[in-house]
């Protein structure tokens, strides 16, 4: 089992940028599919953007296309997530996943249920 811890997050005004990061160890981190998710109190946990094993392919939200971007440093077992032009409508507690099953697929791989290990989640706050 991967062991997750994010970081990154705060309060920030709209407009601004924030880069997330993820934390990875307990197995091999580039085995790994790693996705981002979010959640408002009250809301459905949604995806926002996942990257392949090597790094080499992404995939996105729609909500937040062109404004975030995943990246990944296996050396460092580490994923990010750079958060720019940010809404009040992204604030969200923001989760890292890993998935070591099955294959990368867009659209696909927004799927939660085939993420097998969470981090706890950082908090993101736009102000308007």
């Known amino acids: 089992q991967v062991q997750l811890v994010e970081s990154g997050g705060e309060l920030v005004q709209a407009g601004g940028s924030l880069r997330l990061s993820c934390a990875g160890s307990?197995?091999?981190?580039?085995?790994?599919?790693m996705g981002w998710f979010r959640q408002d109190p009250g809301k459905e946990r949604e995806f926002v953007a996942a990257i392949s094993r090597s790094g080499d392919s992404t995939y996105y939200a729609e909500s937040v296309k062109g404004r975030f971007t995943v990246s990944r440093d296996n050396a460092k077992s580490t994923v990010y997530l750079q958060m720019n032009s940010l809404k009040p409508e992204d604030t969200a507690a923001y989760y890292c996943a890993a998935d070591k099953r099955w294959p990368w697929t867009p659209v696909l791989v927004a799927a939660e249920d085939r993420y097998d290990a969470w981090g706890q989640g950082t908090q993101v706050t736009v102000s308007s």
């Open positions: 307990g197995r091999i981190f580039s085995s790994n599919i």
